[in-house]
């Protein structure tokens, strides 16, 4: 018994650092791509209101983090066909 | 020419203050000119620590929007002459420093100490990021606990990423300092180790401040453990730690407060 209750208490500090491990690495990760999605939004933005009228909280840009594969979604609202500009106008 | 160093966490409650009392008073003790500046605007506790409370006039505020000068808000301790107090503000709202106003501030003190020392609030907004936004060195103060360890990694991050040094390029001098340190829970692994923990944030460690009773009883007068009861194991650590800021090679030793063998048959006190 005792000895059950002394492995069990050795390990404590040991899952205290896997976990940490593990939880810092994804946020660090995290870090970096708030700064680009920051800058992806930004430009995004721009290039599109450049030719289309849309206002700026009608676009959303995520991120969305797979195991294999991660995507970009770019979604935006127009209201309606007179918002698109003729170009050169 | 000053050393801006700025004691940080992320976390509440892991001693930042104190660390700044302590630090503070171990570089005073030893000829340095030193001032501490309390940047937690609203929640002021440096003054209290130090045993200043009741000779507050002006803070930091007041110099930062040119109602007081520099000198008439700085507060000499009555214990050493060569350290003084920068109190933060206990009514203004924390919106009222400014980036520039901070700026000039700390230039101005950097001419006048051998160390200007940033107690920095909790958290991660912007009185925490204005603390060390013009720091040379950080001293970030970590539990050995998975909360404490994270919030020093983002702290780190921003150490990293929005203070003025990273902002030119160059490295911002980091170290860790370890407080409350439990040497009974480690030495049963119920602690992180401290290798663990400088392996997880990868920066260098200042120190380990064991956790001490000599810590509160200090708080509870109002002086620095290390003038309280400088022979105090947490006062030693802190002495030990403020000597290798200055570049001394300090053997890294934990101290204790528990008695010896020869104590214990004596009934004497520890020295």
């Not at chain 2, 049963?188 to 810590?215: A, F, K, Q």
Request: include cysteine; aromatic fraction near 4%; charged fraction near 25%.
């Amino acid at each position: 018994m005792r000895f059950f209750n002394l492995f069990r208490r050795r390990r404590s500090a040991g899952v205290a650092r896997e976990r940490l491990q593990i939880l810092l690495s994804y946020e660090r990760a995290a870090r970096g791509q708030a700064d680009l999605l920051a800058l992806l939004r930004e430009e995004i933005i721009a290039g599109i209101t450049k030719h289309v009228k849309v206002e700026r909280d009608h676009i959303h840009v995520r991120v969305e983090r797979g195991q294999a594969v991660s995507t970009l979604e770019i979604d935006i609202a127009i209201p309606h066909p007179a918002g698109i500009l003729a170009a050169g106008s | 020419m000053a050393k801006v160093l700025v004691v940080t966490s992320g976390k509440g409650g892991v001693g930042k203050t104190t660390t700044t009392a302590a630090i503070g008073a171990a570089l005073a003790r030893s000829g340095q000119k030193v001032a501490v500046v309390d940047f937690d605007v609203g929640l002021r506790n440096l003054d209290l620590v130090l045993g200043a409370e009741r000779r507050v006039v002006f803070d930091l505020i007041n110099v930062v929007q040119g109602v007081a000068k520099l000198s008439q808000a700085l507060i000499r301790d009555k214990r050493l002459e060569t350290l003084f107090l920068l109190p933060a503000s206990q009514t203004r709202d924390k919106d009222a420093l400014t980036d520039h106003g901070v700026a000039s501030v700390i230039k101005e003190m950097r001419g006048r100490f051998d160390w200007v020392i940033c107690d920095s609030p909790a958290g991660i907004e912007r009185g925490a990021q204005l603390a060390m936004r013009f720091a040379d060195a950080a001293l970030i103060v970590t539990n050995p606990e998975v909360s404490s360890v994270r919030d020093s990694d983002r702290i780190i991050g921003l150490l990293d990423s929005k203070t003025e040094k990273a902002e030119k390029g160059q490295q911002i001098e980091k170290h860790i300092l370890i407080t409350r340190y439990d040497m009974q829970r480690a030495s049963r692994g119920e602690m992180i180790g401290i290798d663990d923990v400088l392996d997880i944030l990868s920066t260098p460690l200042l120190g380990i401040i064991p956790e001490s009773e000599e810590v509160l009883r200090a708080s509870n007068v109002g002086s620095p453990v290390t003038l309280n009861n400088p022979a105090s194991a947490a006062a030693r650590a802190y002495l030990d730690a403020a000597r290798r800021l200055r570049g001394e090679a300090v053997p890294m030793t934990i101290p204790s407060d528990r008695k010896g063998l020869f104590d214990k048959l004596f009934g004497r006190r520890a020295a």
